[in-house]
């Protein structure tokens, strides 16, 4: 039985985990650890976690599960940083965007005979405001909670024997949190996320830092925009901080993606007073009615 | 005194008024025509309109007030068939959503001695799914409903004096409606609006058409995307019929903008490793700010 949980790092994901584990009944503790002190206080203080470890050795001793909550290279740190403590009766899970780098690091540095499991993991929710003030248990209701565990030729390794339990007590609390899961493998994660998760942040920044240039001087004219300026504009609240690393792992499938979506732009351009319109509508209808 | 308002075409905007209209106590008669009579009929059932006209002249007959809410071609249609019936104590208004073309008709078959008048509106309000089943007042709560009325070089012509007072009336019933009237210059409009409200639209149908490309045969993969995917992609459920007209209508100034959005995206493309990136997550975090 699950005793203790460490989140290192106690922004929106890391905190809505605690709150997600708080809501489904989890019994046992939860220490948390962030790298700005007052960011890990606000965690304690809305309930996301139960206490603050000084340092990462401290959050780590005794805690069953570990979850590493923070941006991708900081997560990269982390497990390089815990190889050498952690243990086979340990098992290290992350939430980082992107796959392809962080599960071939957990293969080299974990899931091997004497060492702990790394159980890489990445929950479709968000928002685009972070910190622990802003996270939610509800942001997990009816998300996806992918896992890149299967083995392919560039992910042969298998968690090792002692980390497979935990990693079924890890996915009953993720069930519990009201996630669907999803196993892929994690080259294949980060090609199919491009599309459906970063390609639409990058197009968001795109075409909101475009209507800034344009229309932002002008409060008035924001107004007019209505709900689909609102909607389109949402995600460009989105911190660099956190997509920074996401461009630099995951760069050949977003650079794909973004310029699929710039031949599409200027295919309807090029057709605004051509049948071929229809055609760009009627697809776009079919995915909303699919 | 209004006793009767006439409105042609009741899709979602021409129904959403006359429920707005009843919602702020018009206490007169509000009677409706559409192309398609079935469709007519949903509006009468909803009590979006109180009876339904067999045509077009017996709808106008006796109403002081005639709302046109077709696409815009046939706006333009309904203005040619009406020129020769109306009088100076009617006014004619619409809700076209590009005005430029529609208020160049305006000024030369009615504002004139002798004729009805024509004021060209534009509320800044909609859904992705149109029809009277879909109509509600609450649609014009905080929006922006824009009249192209102020002269320009390209738009000399004024309300004949007989319709001015009508022209108020009908404003005054738009602020009831919950809206904030603004008026600018048609050109002006059609300009603005290209950034604000159709580049969204075109750019959620190329995206979306693209991700129907790319992951539409996969149930579970679309469920991946979670929010982000369902916002950036629900105005790929906008009907053809409507932006066909607006394509037509304004296809310079929405071609300038997809161009810029192409180079934008090409821009982000190009610095997913360079501090660059980084400005354009400033900009666009300083247009959710402001």
Known sequence: ????????????????????????????????????????????????????????????????????????????????????????????????????????????????????????????????????????AAIFHNAVWIFTTLASDDNPAQLPPAAVELAAEWRTWVKAFGCRML?????????????????????ATAFTALIEDQVGDTDELKAVGGRALREMTRLGASPYSMWRDIAYTNTDSIARSLHALEQRLAHIRENLRTPELRDEFDLANRFRKG
């Open 183 to 203: 196993d892929i493998d994690a080259a294949r994660h980060d090609e199919l996320i491009a599309w459906v998760s970063h390609l639409p942040q990058f197009l």
């Open 1 to 136: 039985m699950l005793q203790r949980i460490a989140i290192l790092g106690t922004g929106l994901l890391g905190a809505s985990t605690g709150l997600a584990l708080r809501a489904a009944g989890f019994p046992g503790e939860i220490i948390g650890w962030n790298r700005s002190p007052e960011q890990g206080q606000a965690a304690v203080s809305n309930g996301s976690i139960d206490s603050l470890a000084p340092d990462i050795f401290t959050a780590v001793r005794g805690s069953q599960i570990i979850l590493l909550a923070t941006p991708i290279y900081s997560i990269l740190d982390l497990m390089e940083q815990l190889s050498g403590v952690l243990t086979p009766a340990q098992l290290l899970t992350d939430v980082g965007s992107t796959k392809a780098i962080i599960t071939a690091a957990g293969n080299r540095l974990y899931n091997q005979p004497g060492r702990a499991g790394f159980l890489p993991g990445h929950p479709m929710a968000g928002k685009e405001l972070g910190g622990a003030t802003n996270a939610e």
